[in-house]
């Protein structure tokens, strides 16, 4: 609730803030800016604070058979034994949500029966939302390239391939809001996904269903003025930055809500984006019997050792018949106390 | 996350004894009680948990990515089996992380800071709270209901380990003495004796001399295990479970047997040891310290003894120890030799760095090689299913070497539901020290998925016996076949192997190991 009020927020700031006198230049350009700043140094500083603690010890989990015996067949992306299993693991987990593939819902069947049926709509709709989101981010290179690159063009027209209404549909754009509504949804009609839900879980899906609706807003009917806009991004690439009049509030909204993203961005979960690559029980190769891993922080520690332990039960032992390393002194040594 | 938490009888285990506690040196030994109001903490017991966790983001990166990267997806949360078996929301991997994680936010996150300055209310948003008494005492409640069996870490999208949340949260509640006495005492007793149980030399030697009588009982072969012996080949070490608890026992007679017989036949040279008479390691459950405390025996052991590598019983989490950390905390075990069978000439390649290889491996290596025989028949009366151990399913691979074992020394094997076994395998319900009798109530909640599954194969296939290669697992599935699928009994792979294996110059088995009458042999009483 609180999320979805400051996302109305912060739409009304922007744009009833452009309005006023300054309003272009400070929305238009110093806050995306100052976001984008904001976004590169968090985001590497993040990083970096997590590859300074160390990995002390080779953790991966592994999903599949280990390499140990020579026929049996091992699984090496699944259970990596070799760097390369590692990378195509790698990939298929960012690339393709690899584990939420796996995804089971459990249920009661026949009043006796736990029944784990795969449950595919939770990858679906993740898949779909970071691949439309990719691919509409990638789709604004235009408005940041002169000249657009082919591969920029080549995503757009296959984006927009059905070829529906003036200016074509881009399908990318129409998925993007389908799947976070459907991630919305799950976070409300799921008992339990609403229980573990947090203000900080919806405020990113309201200001990214902010972000594409105003931008299908200006694509299909406001029908923002797109040259001036080019010239207003490029104009912010080239370092060179000036307001370009009548460009309309919507714009602005959108711009302001994509700056938010970014400053909120490094200090949010959706770190997860760098965080998945730093992942010990993915990333690691699982051979720490076959090769040493060394942790560097390791320091020796008090054990009870062999000596301490004969001492205890020389006695006992002798007359078990069990070998021992020294023989009983002519003085018995007490009894050490029993415990409990 | 509002709801304060409730300590109830059945589910939380007692609290440490402070002699166990003191024993192993570890700080604020006391008697306290769980559900009094008081838990006689130290004072300064919020700065000692606040230093404690500071040291551990620093020290793990598992921690700090884990603490940083959730997204509250919930794919986590109908995998865990304490949750599926107990309906109690905080059972969830992802609020069990969120202990922690709720206490980072607010005291080291940059979001939490500028938050938590506005406005106390305003910390809900981001899920942030700070540490006081009630929040101690549900970090405490609810990490001593996780088993740390990593199912929920194969279905996250991050690869996020709430065993690894459980770990550090468990070490930070050992910094002020808040450990559980089925942890804690058996870890004192491992220290002192070497084992869990307490066990001490001489006790576990007259346990190995009356399994011997038993296996001349059955099969009229003496065996003679040696103990401590200098220059042996290979030293073995086994959960102590295996000694003293049935039907662990039974496996414990199943490896004497094999050893026995690969001694007849080739020269086999192994020892026992009373000093190392540990493979489980419940300094897991307390701390990365106390682990490696617990787990230095073996390689002292190894060298004291001079032996060229060790072989290491079934047990669950005692592998995942040996297996992701024991070469890092204690090794290099470079006084070793890299092992190779002496019977088949197996170099195991994949344990040439920490020199230990499961039993499973080695006898699979043995009977793929020929080199045993066997008379599957004596398996007969057994319909057997296989449960693979959390820890070495998800913490090592360990899916065919078991299954290849079984499948050689027994006739009807039949598998659970996919999603029930491998990787996707269910807890016991009572792994990483909850195997207590004043839980039971969490035990049979934690075990249901497991059993459930395990009904499914005993009414469709009429399964009778539930096999295993863990020794909390033989002693955990008993109470819970017993409460959940009456008519299921629960064994080791070695025990299998035992009944199937013809030692040389036997008489005619009458019996299995159990002392049962085999198929065609029940004379008067025909079940």
Same mark, same amino acid.
């Given at each position: 609730?609180?999320?979805?009020?400051?996302?109305? &927020?912060?739409?009304?700031?922007?744009?009833?803030?452009?309005?006023?006198?300054?309003?272009?230049?400070?929305?238009?350009?110093?806050?995306?800016?100052?976001?984008?700043?904001?976004?590169?140094?968090?985001?590497?500083?993040? /990083?970096?604070?997590?590859?300074?603690?160390?990995?002390?010890?080779?953790?991966?989990?592994?999903?599949?058979?280990?390499?140990?015996?020579?026929?049996?067949?091992?699984?090496?992306?699944?259970?990596?034994?070799?760097?390369?299993?590692?990378?195509?693991?790698?990939?298929?987990?960012?690339?393709?949500?690899?584990?939420?593939?796996?995804?089971?819902?459990?249920?009661?069947?026949?009043?006796?029966? &736990?029944?784990? @049926?795969?449950?595919?709509?939770?990858?679906?709709?993740?898949?779909?939302?970071?691949?439309?989101?990719?691919? /509409?981010?990638?789709?604004?290179?235009?408005?940041?390239?002169?000249?657009?690159?082919?591969?920029?063009?080549?995503?757009?027209?296959?984006? %927009?391939?059905?070829?529906?209404?003036?200016? %074509?549909?881009?399908?990318? %754009?129409?998925?993007?809001?389908?799947?976070?509504?459907?991630?919305?949804?799950?976070?409300?009609?799921?008992?339990?996904?609403?229980?573990?839900?947090?203000?900080?879980?919806?405020?990113?899906?309201?200001?990214?269903?902010?972000?594409?609706?105003?931008?299908?807003?200006?694509?299909?009917?406001?029908?923002?003025?797109?040259? %001036?806009?080019?010239?207003?991004?490029?104009?912010?690439?080239?370092?060179?930055?000036?307001?370009?009049?009548? &460009?309309?509030?919507?714009?602005?909204?959108?711009?302001?809500?994509?700056?938010?993203?970014?400053?909120?961005?490094?200090?949010?979960?959706?770190?997860?984006?760098?965080?998945?690559?730093?992942?010990?029980?993915?990333?690691?190769?699982?051979?720490?019997?076959?090769?040493?891993?060394?942790?560097?922080?390791?320091?020796?520690?008090?054990?009870?050792?062999?000596?301490?332990?004969?001492?205890?039960?020389?006695?006992?032992?002798?007359?078990?018949?069990?070998?021992?390393?020294?023989?009983?002194?002519? @003085?018995?040594?007490?009894?050490? @106390? @029993?415990?409990? | 996350? +509002?709801?304060?938490?409730?300590?109830?009888?059945?589910?939380?285990?007692?609290?440490?004894?402070?002699?166990?506690?003191?024993?192993?040196?570890?700080?604020?030994?006391?008697?306290?009680?769980?559900?009094?109001?008081?838990?006689?903490?130290?004072?300064?017991?919020?700065?000692?948990?606040?230093? *404690?966790?500071?040291?551990?983001?620093?020290?793990?990166?598992?921690?700090?990515?884990?603490?940083?990267?959730?997204?509250? $997806?919930?794919? $986590?949360?109908?995998?865990?089996?304490?949750?599926?078996?107990?309906?109690?929301?905080?059972?969830?991997?992802?609020?069990?992380?969120?202990?922690?994680?709720?206490?980072?936010?607010?005291?080291?996150?940059?979001?939490?800071?500028?938050?938590?300055?506005?406005?106390?209310?305003?910390?809900?948003?981001?899920?942030?709270?700070?540490?006081?008494?009630?929040?101690?005492?549900?970090?405490?409640?609810?990490?001593?209901? $996780?088993?740390? $069996?990593?199912?929920?870490?194969?279905?996250?999208?991050?690869?996020?380990?709430?065993? =690894?949340?459980?770990?550090?949260?468990?070490?930070?509640?050992?910094?002020?003495?808040?450990?559980?006495?089925?942890?804690?005492?058996?870890?004192?007793?491992c220290?002192?004796?070497g084992n869990?149980?307490?066990?001490?030399?001489?006790?576990?030697?007259?346990?190995?001399?009356?399994?011997?009588?038993?296996?001349?009982?059955?099969?009229?072969?003496?065996?003679?295990?040696?103990f401590?012996?200098?220059?042996?080949?290979i030293l073995f070490v086994t959960p102590s479970?295996d000694i003293?608890? +049935?039907? *662990?026992?039974?496996?414990?007679? *199943?490896y004497?047997?094999?050893?026995?017989?690969?001694?007849?036949?080739? *020269?086999?040279?192994i020892t026992w040891s009373t000093y190392a008479s540990e493979g489980g390691n419940?300094?897991?459950?307390?701390?990365?310290?106390?682990?490696?405390?617990l787990n230095?025996k073996m390689y002292a052991e190894a060298?004291?003894l001079?032996v060229?590598w060790i072989i290491g019983g079934e047990c669950?989490?005692m592998w995942?120890v040996i297996?992701?950390?024991m070469?890092?905390?204690?090794?290099?075990?470079?006084?070793?030799?890299?092992?190779? #069978?002496?019977?088949?000439?197996?170099?195991?390649?994949?344990?040439?760095?920490?020199k230990m290889v499961h039993i499973?491996?080695?006898?699979?290596?043995?009977?793929?090689?020929?080199?045993? =025989?066997?008379?599957?028949?004596?398996?007969?009366?057994?319909?057997?299913?296989?449960?693979?151990?959390?820890?070495?399913?998800?913490?090592?691979?360990?899916?065919?070497?078991?299954?290849?074992?079984?499948?050689?020394?027994?006739?009807?094997?039949?598998?659970?539901?996919?999603?029930?076994?491998?990787?996707?395998?269910?807890?016991?319900?009572?792994?990483?020290?909850?195997?207590?009798?004043?839980?039971?109530?969490?035990?049979?909640?934690?075990?249901?998925?497991?059993?459930?599954?395990?009904?499914?194969?005993?009414?469709?296939?009429?399964?009778?016996?539930?096999?295993?290669?863990?020794a909390?697992?033989?002693?955990?599935?008993?109470? #819970?076949?017993?409460?959940?699928?009456?008519?299921?009994?629960?064994?080791?792979?070695?025990?299998?192997?035992?009944?199937?294996?013809?030692?040389?110059?036997?008489?005619?088995?009458?019996? +299995?190991?159990? #002392?049962?009458?085999?198929?065609?042999?029940?004379? +008067?009483?025909?079940?």
């Open positions: 609730m609180y999320s979805l009020i400051a996302v109305i &927020i912060l739409f009304l700031l922007a744009y009833v803030g452009v309005k006023f006198p300054g309003g272009e230049v400070f929305f238009g350009i110093i806050i995306p800016y100052l976001a984008l700043i904001i976004f590169i140094l968090g985001f590497i500083n993040r /990083v970096i604070d997590w590859a300074r603690s160390p990995v002390p010890f080779r953790i991966p989990t592994t999903c599949g058979q280990q390499k140990s015996l020579p026929w049996i067949k091992s699984a090496n992306i699944d259970n990596p034994s070799t760097t390369g299993g590692v990378v195509v693991r790698m990939i298929l987990e960012v690339v393709f949500l690899r584990s939420l593939f796996r995804n089971t819902k459990c249920e009661l069947k026949e009043s006796d029966k &736990i029944s784990y @049926e795969w449950e595919k709509w939770l990858w679906l709709f993740s898949l779909t939302f970071h691949w439309a989101f990719f691919t /509409v981010l990638f789709r604004h290179l235009r408005l940041f390239t002169e000249p657009v690159p082919a591969c920029v063009q080549l995503v757009a027209k296959l984006d %927009g391939f059905l070829q529906i209404g003036l200016p %074509g549909l881009m399908l990318s %754009g129409v998925a993007l809001l389908a799947a976070v509504t459907f991630l919305f949804l799950r976070r409300i009609l799921i008992p339990q996904v609403k229980y573990i839900s947090l203000g900080s879980d919806y405020f990113p899906l309201f200001l990214i269903f902010g972000i594409a609706f105003t931008g299908i807003l200006m694509r299909y009917f406001t029908k923002v003025d797109i040259v %001036g806009v080019k010239e207003f991004t490029m104009s912010l690439v080239t370092l060179n930055p000036h307001v370009i009049k009548g &460009i309309g509030g919507v714009f602005y909204v959108h711009l302001f809500f994509v700056s938010v993203l970014l400053v909120y961005f490094p200090f949010s979960k959706l770190m997860h984006l760098g965080g998945i690559f730093m992942s010990p029980t993915r990333n690691m190769v699982n051979n720490s019997r076959a090769k040493r891993h060394v942790n560097p922080w390791n320091y020796p520690v008090k054990i009870h050792t062999y000596d301490a332990y004969e001492d205890e039960f020389r006695e006992k032992m002798i007359e078990a018949n069990l070998p021992v390393e020294k023989m009983i002194a002519p @003085e018995t040594p007490e009894e050490p @106390e @029993e415990k409990e | 996350m +509002d709801t304060p938490v409730d300590i109830q009888k059945g589910i939380y285990s007692y609290a440490a004894n402070p002699k166990s506690v003191e024993y192993v040196g570890l700080p604020y030994p006391r008697q306290w009680n769980p559900i009094e109001e008081d838990w006689q903490l130290p004072e300064n017991w919020k700065e000692i948990i606040s230093k *404690g966790f500071r040291e551990r983001l620093d020290r793990f990166r598992s921690v700090k990515v884990f603490m940083d990267i959730c997204v509250r $997806c919930g794919a $986590c949360a109908d995998k865990c089996h304490f949750f599926i078996g107990s309906g109690d929301p905080k059972n969830m991997p992802v609020l069990r992380a969120e202990l922690l994680r709720s206490v980072y936010r607010n005291d080291f996150t940059t979001a939490g800071k500028i938050i938590g300055s506005i406005g106390k209310n305003f910390k809900k948003i981001i899920g942030a709270r700070e540490l006081d008494l009630q929040v101690l005492k549900e970090w405490w409640y609810y990490l001593f209901q $996780c088993s740390e $069996c990593r199912r929920c870490s194969v279905f996250c999208p991050y690869g996020i380990d709430t065993a =690894e949340i459980t770990i550090m949260g468990r070490e930070l509640l050992n910094l002020i003495g808040l450990n559980i006495d089925w942890i804690a005492t058996p870890v004192a007793n220290y002192r004796t869990h149980l307490g066990i001490q030399p001489h006790a576990y030697k007259d346990m190995m001399d009356f399994f011997a009588d038993d296996i001349e009982e059955i099969t009229g072969v003496k065996v003679e295990p040696s401590n012996r200098k220059g042996a080949e479970g003293f608890a +049935d039907p *662990g026992t039974y496996t414990c007679v *199943g004497m047997m094999l050893f026995h017989y690969l001694q007849e036949k080739y *020269g086999f040279d419940f300094g897991f459950f307390t701390s990365h310290e106390m682990m490696k405390r230095a060298k004291r001079g060229k669950g989490h995942r297996h992701q950390y070469d890092t905390m204690n090794g290099p075990a470079d006084f070793l030799e890299e092992p190779v #069978s002496p019977i088949t000439g197996t170099k195991f390649e994949n344990a040439k760095s920490t499973a491996e080695f006898t699979a290596d043995l009977i793929k090689h020929n080199k045993l =025989e066997l008379d599957l028949s004596r398996n007969d009366h057994l319909k057997v299913t296989y449960h693979d151990s959390c820890n070495t399913s998800r913490g090592m691979g360990l899916l065919e070497e078991p299954r290849y074992v079984i499948k050689n020394v027994c006739n009807n094997f039949y598998e659970m539901p996919a999603n029930t076994i491998r990787e996707q395998t269910f807890c016991c319900g009572s792994g990483s020290g909850l195997n207590a009798g004043e839980n039971m109530e969490l035990r049979m909640q934690g075990g249901l998925p497991r059993a459930n599954a395990v009904k499914y194969v005993h009414e469709k296939h009429g399964v009778n016996m539930l096999s295993c290669v863990c909390i697992d033989r002693a955990a599935l008993s109470s #819970s076949m017993e409460y959940w699928v009456p008519g299921v009994e629960v064994t080791g792979v070695h025990e299998m192997v035992g009944n199937a294996l013809i030692l040389p110059g036997e008489q005619k088995r009458m019996t +299995d190991l159990r #002392s049962e009458p085999l198929p065609g042999m029940e004379d +008067d009483d025909a079940e």
